[in-house]
């Protein structure tokens, strides 16, 4: 079985100010983790994903997560918030070939001007 | 196609109706699933299909929600006897099906139960 905790429901920060949204999971097997992006009233978006080769992952629009086996974590990062990052992040975990998808609970990000 | 594409984007239908939601998605891609996002509860798995082997059905809430894909392809995700619960967005993915390949997301298809 597996599990995707994120560990904050809402993250607020100053525009220009790094973001920080964390996600922990846990599973019997090797993950690829997953990073999406919802925008109001859009549809998912992937941000990047991990399946077992480098550890720090890079994505779109200058996000990026590190792998951590040992913390079993899967965190992702932008060194300086845009407006336009406001959205909910959902951290997902699959295992095996073409299983399904697991969620994390979201996280919400407010960017305040 | 170019991505994964449902319909319809919004449906309103009266409490006790049936509704289809029909998905297509990314051509080649073996791998379907169904979720739904309801207000507060986040995301919930409801049905994988995997290329000819028998479909994942582990999530479907209840016996009013049914699920098909014909021809390895387009699938199309049945409620009957809709209730105010069944409110919701209902989101099709698709996959090439081998761990750690992409999983695309449609747009989703908002159904309101009145």
């Known amino acids: 079985a597996q599990s995707v905790t994120q560990l904050d429901s809402h993250v607020s920060v100053s525009e220009g100010t790094p973001v920080l949204l964390r996600c922990n999971y846990s599973s019997s097997y090797s993950p690829s983790l997953f990073w999406y992006v919802q925008h109001p009233n859009k549809g998912l978006q992937l941000l990047l994903k991990?399946?077992?080769?480098?550890?720090l992952v890079k994505g779109i629009n200058g996000f990026e997560a590190e792998f951590k086996k040992s913390e079993t974590s899967f965190h992702l990062t932008k060194p300086s918030a845009h407006m336009s990052d406001a959205a909910e992040y959902f951290c997902?975990?699959?295992?095996?070939?073409?299983?399904?998808?697991?969620f994390g609970g979201g996280t919400r990000v407010l960017v305040k001007p | 196609g170019a991505g994964v594409s449902q319909s319809p984007s919004n449906k309103v239908t009266e409490k006790g109706k049936d509704v289809e939601l029909r998905c297509d998605p990314i051509s080649g891609h073996t791998a379907l699933y169904w979720y739904r996002q309801s207000l507060g509860q986040g995301l919930e798995f409801l049905i994988y299909?995997?290329?000819?082997?028998?479909?994942?059905k582990s999530g479907l809430p209840s016996d009013r929600f049914s699920a098909e894909r014909t021809g390895g392809s387009v699938s199309t995700l049945t409620i009957q006897r809709t209730q105010q619960e069944d409110s919701a967005v209902y989101l099709c993915?698709?996959?090439?099906?081998?761990?750690?390949?992409?999983?695309?997301f449609g747009e989703g298809s908002w159904l309101t139960v009145v």
């Open positions: 993915a698709s996959s090439k099906g081998s761990p750690g390949n992409t999983i695309y």
């Open positions: 299909f995997q290329g000819n082997s028998a479909p994942d």
């Open positions: 991990y399946t077992s080769a480098a550890t």
């Open positions: 997902v975990v699959s295992v095996l070939a073409g299983n399904k998808l697991t």
